[in-house]
């Protein structure tokens, strides 16, 4: 079946950076976009960024430009997302989620990042 | 952009009843791109409602969606124990490329 594996929590003190991973499996990883979705403790859903596993390409959200980094590994149908000089405000729970041509419709199980001194 | 608000915050239902839930756009999105998501605690969003009005796999009848324009309307028809959770509308556009609401939370009354 169609999944994506996320790798565990994370605990970063402000100005460090974090990356975190996504292995995708069931399906072939070369042939859907990949996002990332952020969400703040309480808070709704934040559109991060996107790339294309195929060619590497991305496009992030510019609240984010500067700061994220997303890439991917076709070897092992990976994409990671890395964020920088992070703030208490990042601390969240990541997903990344398959673009299922217009709509996304799998989520991975979420990483925790708690941003902390 | 484009800016999508979710009424009401939040809903108090009882088990059995109808839910109405409302998704309003900023300005025009097309149906195609127009999505509901369903999120318990401590769980990743799950996809209900795509195109505005498909069901995706698995998903009961119970849930429907419709609307056009900037205006979106998700509809439980009668609520069973596990629907209460939070709901989110989504928009897929090019600037930015995911857009949500901000939730509706349906409570158990």
């Known amino acids: 079946q169609v999944q994506l594996v996320q790798s565990g929590a994370e605990v970063k003190k402000p100005g460090a950076s974090v990356k975190v991973s996504c292995k995708a499996s069931?399906?072939?990883?070369?042939?859907?976009?990949m996002h990332w979705v952020r969400q703040a403790p309480g808070q709704g859903l934040e559109w991060m960024g996107i790339?294309?596993?195929?060619?590497?390409?991305?496009s992030y959200a510019q609240k984010f430009q500067g700061r994220v980094t997303m890439t991917r590994d076709t070897s092992t149908s990976t994409v990671y997302m890395e964020l920088s000089s992070l703030r208490s405000e990042d601390t969240a729970v990541y997903y990344c989620?398959?673009?299922?041509?217009?709509?996304?419709?799998?989520w991975g199980q979420g990483t925790t990042v708690t941003v902390s001194s | 952009e484009i800016v999508l608000t979710q009424s009401p915050g939040t809903l108090s239902l009882s088990p059995g009843e109808r839910a109405t839930l409302s998704c309003r756009a900023s300005?025009?999105?097309?149906?195609?791109?127009l999505a509901w998501y369903q999120q318990k605690p401590g769980q990743a969003p799950r996809l209900l409602i795509y195109?505005?009005?498909s069901r995706a796999t698995g998903i009961p009848d119970r849930f429907s969606g419709s609307g056009s324009g900037t205006d979106f309307t998700l509809t439980i028809s009668r609520l069973e124990p596990e629907d209460f959770a939070v709901y989110y509308c989504?928009?897929?556009?090019?600037?930015?490329?995911?857009?949500f609401g901000g939730g509706t939370k349906v409570e158990i009354k």
């Open positions: 989620a398959r673009d299922g041509r217009a709509l996304v419709d799998v």
């Open positions: 069931g399906y072939t990883f070369t042939s859907y976009y």
């Open positions: 790339i294309n596993p195929s060619g590497g390409s991305t």
């Open positions: 300005q025009s999105v097309s149906s195609s791109y």
């Open positions: 195109g505005a009005s």
């Open positions: 989504q928009q897929y556009g090019s600037s930015p490329g995911l857009t």
